[in-house]
């Protein structure tokens, strides 16, 4: 798989969110949406580090599997925002 059909299924997936969810994909949600995910990440780094509330600590191994799947949505947020102000 190229970049570009990563790219296609990224997008196409925010399509079918839309749908679902009833929520039009657009410039502003993908804008929102993005720094969502980076606040998720900025949370994830918390826990990873032990610099937030206790109850909230994991394991090494799940903390990293969490900022994975952090940076890897801010990706793909990052490509549907710039496939919405390409095509406009």
């Known amino acids: 798989m190229d970049f570009k059909d990563l790219q296609n299924k990224i997008v196409e997936n925010a399509i079918n969110y839309g ?3 009833n929520v039009q994909i657009d410039e502003d949600f993908a804008l929102l949406k993005l720094y969502e995910e980076v606040g998720e990440f900025a949370q994830a780094i918390l826990v990873h580090r032990k610099k937030s509330r206790p109850e909230k600590h994991v394991s090494e191994k799940i903390s990293k599997n969490e ?4 940076l890897a949505d801010i990706i793909g947020v990052a490509i549907v925002n710039a496939h919405l102000l390409v095509r406009n």
Not at 67 to 70: I, W
């Open 67 to 70: 900022l994975a799947k952090e």
């Open 19 to 21: 749908k679902k969810y």
